[in-house]
């Protein structure tokens, strides 16, 4: 099979995780007798540093003839970066919406899973943490409070903010619709989450999920308000499967669900649109303060890669095969720094390596 792949590596340590996880598709390319072709794209500071702004119609053109794209990270210390003494609409982090936007990317998945070997750094009680978990939320990316209108003025002598929460049956449907279909390639759940017992928006989505569900018998559909939904995270996190919720609500709760996995190092993240197109990148930031130290975790880079074949390429041998050799890796006692245990006694099997070596051990076990 042959793929276009659109590259954008970033700013801080995203050059290096970048690199890392094309070796790991490369690797896959030779194993399972693809090619994969790139296109380098800019965006963010790197775009600044040559352009002046952080996203050009060039890098959007250029995405949109790709099938996918691969991102590493965006943004810089806002503290000290010249990027940020430019204004809002230029800084690095203002590409990033810009090319969600251009490119339609409606739906944010972001997985949480909790390895085995790295339970220890789970903040959850031992009792539900030895459950495991392994879900994804579903966040509608486009609409909702966060697009909708708003306005801050003076009403009878008081200030008063509005922001608008709207949506409409077809974004709803959408995004139920990605839901369902990416059930199906997991273990057939979806728990929509709502607060239909006091917004009309809610209501509206909760109506159109269960027409939704009407076409796909195969995949089981609850529900759950908000509220609950955050408790539950804490309190049973192994009953999630696949969670569908609106851009407020996701945004908090994919937050919450990637802190209770302990390490956020290892969390990948994909935006899709209503074609097989989507935008990869981790979920972590840019961390200029290690940028060229080889000390960057690429795992999570490496597992958006695998994202990427799965839902892009439907390429879900290949996508199992990554997963699995940085299971391996982990089993076979290897960790970047921040996966590190913290106490001298979980130390034991356990070896310290950087950015570099742990890609060519990942590549190294793609078999």
């Not at 430019?86 to 800084?91: A, F, H, N, T, V």
């Not at 903010?161 to 959408?174: G, K, P, Q």
């Not at 239909?196 to 995949?219: C, F, G, H, Q, T």
Request: glycine share 8%; proline share 4%; with cysteine.
């Amino acid at each position: 099979m042959r793929c276009k792949i659109g590259v954008i590596s970033g700013d801080g340590i995203g050059p290096e995780i970048v690199r890392e996880a094309r070796e790991v598709l490369e690797k896959v390319a030779k194993v399972y007798g693809h090619t994969f072709e790139y296109t380098e794209l800019l965006l963010g500071g790197a775009s600044i540093d040559v352009y002046g702004i952080p996203l050009t119609e060039e890098t959007i053109e250029k995405a949109k003839a790709c099938d996918a794209v691969l991102m590493g990270s965006i943004g810089g210390d806002a503290k000290t970066s010249p990027w940020y003494q430019l204004e809002p609409s230029k800084r690095p982090e203002a590409g990033l919406l810009g090319i969600r936007k251009a490119l339609n990317l409606f739906a944010n998945l972001r997985p949480a899973y909790l390895y085995e070997e790295l339970r220890a750094a789970c903040p959850l009680r031992e009792d539900i943490s030895a459950a495991g978990f392994d879900m994804l939320i579903m966040r509608e990316l486009t609409g909702g409070l966060y697009f909708g209108e708003r306005k801050t003025e003076e009403v009878d002598g008081v200030l008063t903010a509005v922001d608008t929460l709207s949506y409409n049956e077809t974004e709803i449907r959408r995004i139920a619709k990605r839901a369902f279909e990416i059930a199906r390639k997991r273990r057939g759940k979806v728990c929509s989450v709502d607060k239909a017992n006091v917004l009309d928006s809610s209501r509206l989505w909760r109506k159109i999920v269960e027409e939704m569900a009407k076409e796909y018998p195969d995949v089981e559909l609850s529900h759950m308000y908000v509220d609950n939904c955050a408790m539950q995270l804490v309190m049973n996190p192994a009953q999630f499967d696949v969670i569908l919720t609106e851009n407020m609500f996701g945004d908090i709760l994919s937050d919450e669900a990637s802190m209770v996995t302990g390490s956020i190092g290892m969390l990948s993240s994909a935006s899709l649109n209503d074609t097989k197109f989507g935008l990869y990148e981790p979920s972590h930031g840019s961390a200029p303060d290690i940028a060229g130290q080889d000390k960057a975790n690429p795992i999570a880079t490496i597992l958006s890669a695998a994202m990427m074949l799965r839902y892009s390429f439907d390429l879900d041998k290949e996508a199992d095969a990554i997963e699995a050799a940085v299971r391996k890796v982990l089993e076979d006692g290897y960790r970047t720094i921040d996966i590190m245990p913290q106490e001298e006694n979980r130390r034991a099997g356990v070896k310290q390596v950087g950015t570099a070596q742990m890609g060519d051990l990942i590549a190294g076990r793609i078999l």
